[in-house]
């Protein structure tokens, strides 16, 4: 499919979805008490798990240029990491609501186009 250029650009709507129990990074059962807190230190530093969210961002933007929809199945920490790597490069976060919005199977939703 030919690229869409920026005159038309097609407005996608990206859906960041948590998956099961096993990513629940506070339940202590999957991670160490260490590797928690570093997995949280990263959300705003030069960290492996930034540099990996940026490499899904670029990826998804890819996606976004000929796709309308996109869905991407997350472990919850890296959502929250890949969300905030988005929203840095100019996209719109639908703020999640209530205290549902980190449940297993949640989602969050974001937009190119304000």
């Known amino acids: 499919m030919p690229a869409i250029s920026d005159s038309r650009r097609l ?3 990206l859906l960041l979805v948590r998956h099961g129990p096993s ?3 506070y339940d202590g059962r999957w991670m160490r008490h260490h590797a928690v807190h570093e997995f949280e ?3 705003d530093a030069d960290h492996e798990y930034v540099r990996r969210a940026d490499a899904a961002a ?3 933007e890819r996606e976004a240029r000929t796709s309308a929809m996109i869905v991407a199945v ?3 920490g890296f959502r929250r990491i890949l969300a905030a790597r988005l929203v840095a490069r100019g996209w719109h976060a639908q703020a999640p609501q209530g205290p549902q919005r980190h ?3 949640s989602y969050w939703e974001l937009s190119n186009h304000g």
């Open 74 to 76: 997350t472990h919850g």
């Open 41 to 43: 230190d990263a959300f």
């Open 103 to 105: 449940a297993n199977w």
């Open 11 to 13: 407005t996608a709507r």
């Open 23 to 25: 990513s629940h990074i």
């Open 58 to 60: 670029d990826w998804l």
